[in-house]
């Protein structure tokens, strides 16, 4: 069986693009800062900040569909469906 890998998007404050950081880089975090898929030092903002539009490089990267996050309902991939109450 291959090998899943796991990314979630990260806005990053100096560019404002919702870059892809998969779970290695994730834990490998550096003062706040991660190593996008498309090799981008992202700066993350806020949790409570809006997700940036999502990074080109990163979705060529990852072969992932390119869909707009927005509005609700959204869920970070990687990270299951967010379910009040359970
Ligand atoms: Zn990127």
New binding site residues.
């Given amino acids: 069986m291959a090998e899943r890998l796991y990314a979630s998007p990260v806005t990053c404050t100096v560019d404002g ?1 919702a ?2 950081v998969n779970d290695a880089a994730l834990a490998a975090a550096n003062r706040g800062t991660y190593t ?3 090799g ?1 030092s992202v700066v993350a903002a806020p949790m409570v900040s809006p997700i940036g539009r999502p ?1 080109e ?2 979705a060529a990267q990852s072969g992932a569909p390119q869909r707009p996050v927005s509005g609700r309902g959204r869920h970070r991939p990687g990270l299951g469906r967010w379910r009040p109450g359970l």
């Fill in positions: 693009l870059h892809l996008a898929m498309c981008h990074c490089r990163c």
